[in-house]
């Protein structure tokens, strides 16, 4: 199993910076490299939408970003400290919401696409953008 706690969120207004962190811990956990990693936001009366995934295959490294974040926001993890960030630029009004890192085994069954396909996650942090 994977324990995962978010950290950084804040208040910030438009065009500002922010920066995530998610650090993953578990009994038998010493890598990140097999699992799909994750940041999924949910508005206040809204769904859970995914934003960002990382994943790697073999030597290679993928991102995956929701249309309404590429260019702003940008996924990265550090191995060796097992945790997770997300960078965000420019942040926009429409960006508030609480946010959620997640995870999934590599070989597990879904997408990084879809909130639902991810089998663990944190508590989540609140990030408010004002206009």
């Known amino acids: 199993q994977v324990q995962l706690v978010e950290s950084g969120g804040g208040l910030g207004q438009a065009g500002d910076s922010l920066r995530l962190s998610c650090a993953a811990s578990?009994?038998?956990?010493?890598?990140?490299?097999?699992?799909?990693l994750g940041w999924c936001r949910q508005a206040p009366g809204q769904e859970r939408e995914f934003v960002a995934a990382?994943?790697?295959?073999?030597?290679?490294?993928?991102?995956y970003y929701a249309d309404s974040v590429k260019g702003r926001f940008t996924i990265s993890r550090d191995n060796a400290k097992l945790t997770l960030y997300l960078q965000m630029n420019n942040l926009e009004f429409e960006d508030t919401a609480v946010y959620y890192c997640?995870?999934?085994?590599?070989?597990?069954?879904?997408?990084?696409?879809?909130?639902?396909?991810?089998?663990?996650w944190g508590q989540g942090t609140q990030v408010t953008v004002s206009s």
């Open positions: 997640a995870a999934k085994p590599s070989v597990s069954s879904g997408t990084y696409s879809y909130p639902a396909s991810y089998d663990y």
């Open positions: 990382i994943s790697r295959v073999g030597y290679n490294t993928y991102t």
């Open positions: 578990g009994r038998t956990l010493s890598t990140l490299s097999t699992y799909v």
